[in-house]
């Protein structure tokens, strides 16, 4: 790949890293949040409904969930600046061969070429 090809995906992948890491901050605001009762109408500061417990938890799951979630995709982009430096990047890590530009485009994380993933999937 040559060096114009190698810099569009690395600012995609920065833009891409920029954009995950303002989603985990969020969802580590509503995981904190989520542990504290909302102000709907009790000012007590706690929450002894059952139900306004159980949305507060189901909340924190989901956000603990999501945030593993981009964590992992985080790990990934990481991942493919680390190629891209060390001049791996867009090659299939089963076959070899360079990966096809539109599939980079499309999954810029992505470490297998088409072919090689469609003979995985069929193997599953």
Same mark, same amino acid.
């Given at each position: 790949?040559? &060096?114009?090809? *190698?810099?569009?995906?690395?600012? *995609?992948? *920065? %833009?891409?890293?920029?954009?995950?890491?303002?989603r985990i901050e969020h969802l580590r605001e509503v995981a904190v949040e989520s542990n504290y009762p909302h102000s709907s109408g009790d000012h007590s500061g706690y929450s002894f409904h059952m139900a306004d417990q159980g949305t507060d938890a189901m909340e924190r799951e989901k956000a603990f969930l999501f945030l593993s979630r981009e964590e992992k995709y985080l790990q990934q982009i990481d991942r493919s600046?680390? &190629?891209? %430096?060390?001049g791996e990047y867009g090659i299939c890590r089963v076959c070899g061969k360079e990966i096809d530009e539109e599939r980079l485009k499309a999954v810029p994380t992505t470490r297998i070429c088409v072919p090689c993933k469609l003979a995985e999937s069929r193997r599953k």
């Open positions: 790949m040559n &060096a114009e090809k *190698l810099k569009y995906f690395k600012d *995609l992948l *920065l %833009e891409k890293r920029k954009d995950v890491l303002k600046l680390q &190629a891209i %430096e060390l």
